[in-house]
């Protein structure tokens, strides 16, 4: 339902074009202190990531304080695999390249840390890994109403209730590197059916990285995500965006899937790719 | 069923015996006669409600009803009557009462200006002596005058200057009574209910105020002919039209214009008005610079029409309706919303002491929003709410000590909270639908107003409603999280769930003195059908829901004492109230919930209870060169809901604890009349962050409690000054010049506050507030012919 935020924002737009904006000072409390877990495992041959760090007063803090010395390790009723903390950034949690998940398979990711968080030293959380549907082949249409490049998907939905999640990259550099710039999508609208070419991405040749030139290659990656996952994503995206008080309600804590109260997730997801090349 | 028949009885073994020995004070053999008829006001024939009739040598009195009549019935005699209007001139009748009559009186309005002529005798300060307290009443001279936003006339922003009434946001057209959300107002036009008053996102109400008569609000203090709702009951009275002579009336304003026309078909007998309104803020975005903005359409219209005859003086019929949109559209989409009302009214005397009404209402709301035909990803997304309500209403004029009013109503409610589908060959969406329901909502009511001796007062009366979920319908079970384990789907007409209850509404004045009376009420109030929305300013995307059996009704308990003194011949009125209101199954919803396209809504709401109390204070200013009203109310709202904020209390989202405003007006010539409003309130509670994490490139809020902060207090200073032309006495056109400053002093009110990155330091945040709308200057150019 991307088309109806956008549309949404617009009558928004213009309804405030009288609206102005002004800096102010604010004081805020601190809360006590928790962890913040962030990581993911896919069905790619990589070396899967986990990070953890703890929460920091909201304003004005540009890094959170890592979290070090950690036992991590993410688990299948198959295997399991010990993450190495990374050398030149603490916090970072890797596994060994050659990881690859395998949908239909429960991962379980579990933290042992060296001192006690919020009076806790053991955290937990766990995630389903779908299967996904092959994407047959991905479009580029130029939207000359809103002057930017839509990626367009082509794929046939299965019939169960899923949610994707959809990245682009522009010459294999991932351009949705936040998590505010990836799409989410439920299948309401086009369950069990062939998506046709729906737009899922957007390129605005306003910004650098974004333009496109004879020969770029623009690749998107579909993710079959959980609905909880899907929901984290949902909510942080509200949570740290504009806030109004005509949509949306009450500002309201992100729920994750770890235990015990601490910040995050941990996702496992399957990926599939399309790439197009763009000619002028 | 089986226990409303006992219940009935009861209620009617009580009014029995209350009114049996009160008839019975009339010494046997004396006959009494009636004395009944309408006041008008004589320039246009149009229904004075609430004119009062004192009757000097009983120094005792009645007052018109809703539809300007009145009855009171005496023993044989000789009696000076007063009929009085506030700014109209007392008429004195003297009558040898031997038989029935029939007195229907004209009123002239006072003069401008030609004021403080003081009738003895008059039956003035009725707002002492009536046992109702928490109402305020309003017609549209007197709303007219107010400094208005944008020079747009609105009768909302003109209760939310009430004790007791906050506006939910800044501009908007959503109000909260004592702490209540705004879907526990009952908004009626001429009866229909109005589910949306909203125009243009809310800066704007449906209410042209050049098509209304009069406006009450009852806060909580609701007639028992009314239910449905928790807080309050808003009365808008369109105009019936003016019977005596064609006449015309109208505006020229910054965004919008309006003419409405009226006269009579047959003189007295016949007449009719229609009003339109539009506004052509469109017309602007055809000078944007942008190419995107220019192709915009984006306007709302009102139009209200009315047709009212007078068969005779037992038979009247009243056909009124209101249709209005907003439209927002260019190529690539469109969104719509309106409201339509249809409502047919039938006042039949069946005696002269017994008056009835009867009304068959059509009220929809609808709104819908897609992209047009002829692309990939057109499709259309729709929603609407139909009822149709039925009522009948009887108005027993006893003796002058009591009035006693009964009567029942039924409303059938559709719902189709959404649809959302693809359009064209192309389409790939397919069809979404959220199942339809219905709902039957049933009431039977009777009151009496009861006078005992010289200084009490008394109204009481019980309503009993009546609530059905009918088939067909979805009923979705959930589980002990909110899950839905599974669903069952009823038959067309099957009736699959039934709520009742009793909703007592009590009131006592008692008068301490000439100058001043005690009140106290108390009323049960039972809500049935709810908005699914958690914006704090309206949205068009409303979605009402009805009870069932996963969402019980809302109950409110409110109980208010109040003080009330008239200083200066009952020029100024004063009054203290303070109140206390209790709402059991009260309906918030669980964090992140989505309404919008959701089949399982009802697994979003949480319930528990909310709590109000506080006090009012109104000075009033009748009559005069200077005339309006100041209030302070001081006031506290609270939730109770188990899985929101922890379990813990928080405070509503209407609280504002200090909430003042000055509404006056002032008569300095002939020619001109200077308003001002002056409005300060409590900041609206906030939830702000209290911690942090930056989670794949973003900043994220970790939040403590739930409308724990406050946002900067609000206030605003509005001018306006209206210019009215020399009147020339062989001319019918009279014009009138408007210049309205909104926010004189600039203030730059916070609308919400977002924390956004430094420009410098990206992985930095600030804080920034929004505001509205700065000093707003705007003309409006009126005329009457």
């Not at chain 2, 008829?37 to 229904?47: I, L, M, P, Y």
């Not at chain 2, 209402?361 to 692309?375: A, D, I, M």
Request: with cysteine; net charge negative.
């Amino acid at each position: 339902m991307n088309l109806t935020n956008k549309l949404i924002k617009l009558v928004f737009f213009i309804i405030i074009f009288t609206g102005c904006t002004e800096k102010i000072e604010l004081e805020l409390d601190e809360s006590y202190a928790r962890l913040v877990v962030e990581g993911e495992i896919t069905n790619e041959k990589k070396a899967h990531q986990v990070k953890l760090s703890m929460t920091s007063s909201f304003l004005g803090e540009d890094r959170d304080p890592p979290v070090s010395g950690a036992i991590v390790t993410i688990s299948s009723a198959t295997s399991t695999y010990y993450l190495n903390e990374s050398q030149s950034e603490p916090g970072l949690y890797y596994t060994t390249s050659d990881v690859q998940g395998i949908p239909g398979e429960l991962y379980q990711l579990d933290i042992e840390l060296p001192v006690e968080v919020n009076g806790q030293k053991h955290y937990s959380a766990n995630c389903m890994m779908f299967p996904i549907a092959p994407l047959d082949s991905i479009g580029l249409r130029y939207d000359d109403r809103w002057d930017v490049w839509e990626v367009q998907c082509y794929a046939l939905d299965p019939p169960t209730i899923d949610f994707y999640m959809f990245e682009i990259l522009k010459n294999s550099i991932m351009l949705s590197d936040t998590l505010s710039d990836k799409m989410v999508v439920d299948d309401k609208l086009y369950n069990g059916q062939y998506t046709n070419g729906i737009g899922v991405g957007w390129l605005d040749p306003e910004k650098p990285d974004e333009q496109l030139q004879n020969g770029d290659t623009v690749t998107l990656r579909m993710s079959r995500i959980t609905e909880e996952y899907a929901y984290f994503i949902w909510e942080v995206q509200r949570e740290s965006g504009y806030h109004n008080p005509m949509f949306g309600g009450p500002p309201a804590n992100v729920a994750g899937n770890i235990s015990d109260g601490a910040i995050g997730f941990f996702a496992a997801y399957s990926v599939e790719y399309g790439s197009t090349v763009y000619e002028e | 069923m089986k226990s409303l028949i006992p219940a009935i009885l009861l209620l009617l073994t009580f009014i029995l015996m209350l009114s049996g020995p009160l008839s019975a004070e009339d010494p046997i053999g004396i006959d009494r006669y009636t004395i009944s008829g309408t006041v008008t006001d004589a320039t246009n024939g149009e229904e004075l409600l609430g004119a009062t009739i004192y009757i000097e040598e009983l120094e005792t009195g009645v007052a018109t009803n809703l539809y300007g009549f009145y009855s009171v019935s005496l023993p044989e005699g000789k009696y000076t009557l007063m009929f009085s209007y506030v700014g109209f001139q007392t008429i004195q009748k003297t009558i040898n009462l031997k038989t029935d009559l029939t007195i229907n009186v004209e009123l002239e309005m006072n003069k401008e200006m030609l004021t403080e002529v003081v009738i003895k005798g008059e039956m003035k300060g009725e707002n002492l002596r009536k046992p109702e307290m928490s109402t305020f009443k309003i017609d549209s001279r007197s709303i007219k005058k107010i400094p208005a936003f944008m020079g747009e006339v609105d009768i909302i922003k003109a209760i939310q200057l009430l004790p007791g009434v906050q506006a939910t946001s800044e501009g908007g057209s959503g109000f909260s009574v004592r702490g209540g959300s705004p879907d526990q107002n009952l908004i009626i036009l001429d009866e229909a209910t109005v589910y949306n008053a909203s125009h243009l996102m809310g800066f704007f109400s449906v209410f042209n105020n050049d098509a209304i008569k009069d406006v009450t609000l009852y806060k909580g203090d609701i007639p028992a002919s009314y239910g449905g709702r928790l807080s309050s009951l808003l009365d808008v009275r369109m105009k019936e039209g003016n019977m005596k002579k064609f006449s015309g009336s109208g505006g020229i304003g910054t965004i919008s214009s309006r003419l409405t026309l009226e006269g009579p078909v047959v003189k007295d007998k016949i007449s009719f008005i229609v009003s339109g309104r539009r506004t052509y803020a469109d017309l602007f975005l055809k000078l944007s610079s942008n190419e995107n903005l220019r192709d915009n359409a984006l306007y709302f219209y009102d139009l209200n029409g009315k047709m009212n005859v007078k068969f005779n003086d037992n038979n009247r019929l009243f056909i009124s309706a209101y249709s209005g949109k907003d439209i927002f559209s260019n190529d690539d989409f469109k969104m719509g919303w309106g409201t339509q009302t249809l409502s047919m009214r039938w006042n039949h005397l069946f005696s002269k002491k017994i008056f009835s009404n009867f009304t068959a209402v059509y009220s929809r709301f609808k709104y819908s929003l897609g992209v047009p035909e002829g692309q990939p990803n057109s499709f259309i997304w729709y929603a609407k709410l139909n009822d149709y309500n039925f009522k009948a209403d009887f108005v027993y004029y006893l003796n002058p000590n009591n009035t006693i009013t009964f009567g029942a109503n039924t409303i059938f409610h559709q719902f189709y909270p959404g649809t959302a589908k693809g359009l064209g060959e192309e389409a790939f969406f397919s069809e979404f639908e959220v199942p339809r329901s219905n709902a039957l909502e049933s009431g039977i009511y009777i009151s009496n107003e009861q006078k005992m001796g010289a200084r009490v007062s008394l109204k009481y009366g019980l309503r009993f409603s009546l609530f059905n979920n009918i088939g067909t319908g979805v009923l979705y079970n959930f589980d002990d999280d909110y899950n839905a384990i599974d669903s069952t789907v009823f038959a067309k007409g099957e009736i699959f769930n039934t709520y009742f209850g009793v909703e007592p509404r009590m009131g006592i004045s008692y008068s301490l003195n000439e100058v001043s009376s005690l009140k106290v009420s108390y009323a049960r109030n039972r809500q049935y059908i709810h908005l699914a929305s958690n914006s704090t300013a309206g949205t068009p995307l409303d979605i009402w829901f009805s009870s069932s059996p996963n969402v019980k009704p809302q109950v409110a308990d409110q109980f208010a004492l109040g003080y009330f003194r008239n200083f200066k011949e009952n020029i100024i009125e004063t009054s203290l109230e303070i109140f206390y209101k209790k709402i059991k199954n009260a309906i918030d919803f669980k964090d992140h919930a989505e309404l919008l396209l959701n089949q399982e809504l009802e697994g979003e709401l949480r319930f528990g209870k909310a709590q109000s109390y506080g006090l009012e204070l109104l000075v009033k200013l009748t009559e005069g060169r200077l005339t309006g009203w100041i209030s302070y109310t001081l006031s506290h709202s609270e939730r109770t809901i188990a899985e929101i904020n922890n379990g813990k209390t928080y405070v509503s989202p209407y609280d504002k604890p200090h909430d003042i405003s000055v509404v006056l007006n002032y008569n300095i010539s002939k020619s001109f009349v200077f308003g001002m409003n002056w409005i300060y309130a409590t900041g609206s509670p906030v939830t702000f962050p209290t911690g942090g994490a930056w989670y794949q490139g973003v900043r994220l809020p970790i939040y403590s409690d739930r409308n724990s902060y406050r946002l900067p207090d609000y206030h605003r200073l509005d001018f306006s000054l209206t210019y009215k032309g020399r009147q020339k006495k062989d001319r019918k056109w009279r014009g009138e010049l408007n210049v309205s400053i909104y926010n004189v002093y600039n203030r730059k009110n916070t609308w919400v506050i977002n924390f956004k990155p430094e420009e410098n330091d990206p992985a930095k945040l600030y804080a920034e507030k929004t505001y509205l709308f700065g000093i707003i200057p705007a003309i409006t150019y009126n005329f009457k012919f």
